[in-house]
C-alpha cells in the first residue's frame, strides 16, 4: 500500500527500528550535519531531529531518510518502494523500470495538508522559521535544498518537470539555485524564460512521500512526467493541489511548499557545497536566484534534508539505482541489446554489462549513453562483459583490470559536456562547462568470437552436473 505522505513512511521506518528520534539538543550549525554524516558512515538509522538550538520542538529535521543501512546497504530504499529489506540492487533497478513502464497520472486532491498555514504577506515570509541546516564548514552557508523537488513547467508545451537541484538560503525569502543548462528545469529557465527577458514560476517542495522524490531523481529523458511516474512507484495516483500564487500543482501532502519565481539576469554568490562526487568542487559562483512570494506548510512541518559526500548517502543511493532504471529504460526502447546497466553511487560512472553484437558495438552504445539524459553527465563508461555483475565492484575491476588493451580499448571523448561539481576539472574547464569523456571497453573484442580466453571461476570451469553434484553435497562437506 502506498505511503499517504512522508509521515507514513516515518512510521515504517520507526516499526523496522530503522528510526532513531534525537531528543538532546542539537546545533543546526555544523553539529546536526557532522551527526547526519557520521550515522551514515556507521550504517545508524535514518535521525529524527526533535531539540535544535533556538526553535520549538515543532520545528523538526528528518536527516538520512534512504540512506545506507545493515547487512543491506539499500535497505531503506527498499523500505521506501516497500520491497523486503534484503531485495538486491539489480532487482530493485528491476523493480523500478517495471514500474516506470506503468506510470499513473495523478489527481486533483479533495484535501491539502499542505494548506494548513498559507503566508502570503511579504514582512511574513521567513524560510528561516526552520532550522536550515549549515552542514559543513565549507559550505558557502545554509542550505534549505538538499532533498526536495523543483517544479517547473514548459511555457510552450506545458510538460512539467520535477527536479532536485542544490538551493543555499541567501536570505530569509531569496533562495541561490544550483542550475546547470544541461538539466531540465535549469534548461527550461534559460532557454525558455530568460531568453525572453520572462521570470519563471517554480515551486520548491519540502516533504513528500519517498515515491515522489524518488521520481524527481529519476534522470528520465525531457517530457516525461515525474508525477506519473511516482503513481507508477507507488502502484497509485499522486493527489496534486494547485499553487496560491503561480500556474503550478505541487504533491498536496507536502510538508513545506516555498512558492515563487526565477527572474531574468538575476544573479548571487552560490556555493560551495560538499557534493556527490565527494568533494567541494563547485566554487562560489554568480547563479541563479529563487524569489520566495508564498510559502504553505503542514502544522509541525517536517524538514528533510541530505548531506551529500563521501561515502555516499541518500541522494547518491537514489539517483544510482532510479538513474540505472531509467538508462536500462530508455537503452531498450531504442532496441540496444545489453544485459544490465549500473549508475554508480558516486554518479561519475556507468556500468554496462554487454556482448558485442558487431564490432566497434561498444563505441554505439557509449554514444547513447552519453547522448540521454542520465549520460550527458557521466564521464566515465566502463562496458563489461555479459557475465559481470555490473553492481559488484569486485568482478567489475576484474574485468577493467583484465580486459582493457591500454591502447586499444581507452576511448576518449574530448569538450564533452560537463559540470562545474567534477573535482577532476581545469579552472578553464569548469568556468565553460567543458571537459571530457572516456570509455573503458572492458570486454573482448567480437572478433575473437570462441578465441577469447576462458574464465577460471566456479561458475565456468566445471560442468552442470558436476557443479549440481557439489551443490546438493554441500551440507555433506560441512561446509554450510
Given at each position: 500500500m ?5 509521515r ?5 521506518l520507526e516499526?523496522e527500528g530503522?528510526l ?5 539538543e542539537?546545533?543546526?550549525d ?6 547526519m554524516?557520521?550515522?551514515?558512515d556507521?550504517r545508524?538509522p535514518a535521525l529524527?531531529f526533535e531539540?535544535?538550538k533556538?526553535?520549538?520542538?515543532d520545528?523538526?529535521?528528518?536527516a538520512?531518510?534512504?540512506a545506507?543501512?545493515k547487512p543491506n ?14 531485495t538486491p540492487a539489480?532487482e530493485?533497478i528491476?523493480?523500478i523500470v517495471?514500474r ?10 479533495t484535501?491539502?495538508p ?7 504577506r ?14 559543513r ?6 542550505y534549505i535544498g538538499?532533498?526536495h523537488i523543483?517544479?517547473t ?6 510538460w512539467?518537470?520535477w527536479?532536485m537541484y542544490?538551493h543555499q ?7 541561490g539555485?544550483?542550475?546547470n ?6 534548461g ?11 521570470a519563471?514560476?517554480m ?15 529519476s534522470?528520465?529523458?525531457?517530457n516525461?512526467?515525474e ?14 493541489v494547485?499553487?496560491e500564487?503561480?500556474d503550478?500543482e505541487?504533491?498536496?501532502s ?6 515563487g519565481?526565477?527572474l ?5 554568490p552560490?556555493?560551495p557545497f560538499?557534493?556527490?562526487t565527494g568533494y567541494f568542487a ?6 541563479p ?5 508564498c510559502?504553505?506548510h ?6 528533510p534534508v541530505s548531506?551529500?559526500?563521501?561515502p555516499?548517502d ?15 529504460q530508455?537503452?531498450?526502447k531504442q532496441?540496444?541489446p545489453f544485459?544490465?546497466v549500473?549508475?554508480t ?5 556507468v556500468?554496462?554489462s ?8 561498444i563505441h554505439t552504445i ?9 549520460g ?5 563508461i566502463?562496458?563489461?562483459?555479459g557475465?559481470?555483475?555490473?553492481t559488484?565492484?569486485?568482478?567489475v575491476m576484474?574485468?577493467?583490470t ?6 586499444r580499448?581507452?576511448?576518449?571523448k574530448k569538450r564533452?559536456p ?5 573535482p577532476?576539472?581545469s579552472p578553464?574547464?569548469r568556468?565553460?562547462l567543458?571537459?571530457?569523456?572516456v570509455?573503458?571497453d572492458?570486454t ?6 570462441e578465441?577469447?580466453?576462458k574464465?577460471?571461476d566456479?561458475?565456468h570451469?566445471?560442468?552442470?552436473e558436476?557443479?549440481?553434484?557439489v551443490?546438493s553435497?554441500?551440507?555433506e562437506?560441512g561446509l554450510d
Open positions: 502506498a505511503y499517504a505522505d512522508l507514513e513512511y516515518i512510521a515504517r516499526k530503522e532513531k528520534r534525537i531528543k538532546t542539537v546545533n543546526w555544523l553539529e546536526l550535519g557532522a551527526i554524516r557520521k550515522a551514515n556507521l545508524k529524527l531539540n535544535i533556538g526553535y520549538s520542538s520545528r523538526t529535521i528528518l538520512n531518510m534512504v545506507t543501512t546497504v539499500f535497505g531503506r530504499v527498499c523500505l521506501a518502494l516497500e520491497l523486503p529489506l534484503d539489480p530493485i528491476d523493480e517495471r516506470f513502464d506503468n506510470p499513473i497520472k495523478p489527481v486533483l486532491a484535501k491539502a499542505c494548506k494548513e498555514n498559507i503566508i502570503t511579504d514582512d511574513e515570509i521567513d524560510i528561516f522559521q526552520w532550522p536550515v541546516p549549515r552542514f564548514s565549507f559550505d558557502g552557508g545554509r538538499t532533498w523543483d517544479v513547467k514548459d511555457p510552450e508545451s506545458g512539467v518537470n527536479g542544490r538560503a541567501l536570505d530569509s525569502r531569496t533562495i539555485w544550483m542550475a543548462p544541461g538539466q531540465h528545469g535549469p527550461m529557465y534559460y532557454r525558455k524564460y530568460e531568453a525572453k527577458g520572462e519563471m514560476p515551486a520548491i517542495v519540502l516533504g513528500t512521500d519517498p515515491a515522489c522524490s524518488l521520481a524527481a531523481m534522470l528520465v529523458p525531457a516525461v512526467n508525477a506519473d511516474l511516482a503513481g507508477g512507484l507507488r502502484g497509485k495516483p499522486v493527489e496534486l494547485k499553487c500564487t503561480i503550478l505541487v504533491p498536496a507536502a510538508e513545506i511548499v516555498l512558492e519565481e526565477v531574468p539576469r538575476e544573479r548571487r552560490e556555493g560538499g557534493e556527490y563547485s566554487d562560489e559562483a554568480p547563479r536566484v529563487f524569489r520566495v512570494r510559502i504553505t503542514r502544522n509541525n512541518a517536517i524538514l548531506t551529500p559526500g563521501k555516499f541518500d541522494t547518491t543511493f537514489v539517483y544510482s539505482l532510479c538513474g540505472s532504471a531509467a538508462l536500462s530508455e537503452l531498450r532496441g540496444f544485459k544490465s549500473y549508475l553511487p558516486s554518479m561519475m560512472a556500468i554496462i554487454v556482448d558485442e553484437t558487431y564490432p566497434g558495438y557509449s554514444s547513447a549513453i552519453w547522448a540521454s539524459k542520465v550527458i553527465y557521466r564521464p566515465v566502463v562496458a563489461v562483459g557475465d559481470v555483475d555490473v559488484n565492484m569486485d568482478e576484474w574485468a577493467l583484465t580486459r582493457v588493451h591500454p591502447v580499448d581507452i576511448h576518449v564533452a560537463s559540470h562545474s561539481i567534477f577532476f576539472l578553464e574547464e568556468a565553460t567543458t571537459g571530457a569523456a570509455c573503458y572492458a573482448f573484442p567480437f572478433e575473437w568470437k578465441k577469447a580466453p574464465i577460471a566456479f561458475e570451469s566445471w560442468s552442470k558436476t557443479k549440481e553434484l551443490l553435497r554441500w551440507k562437506y
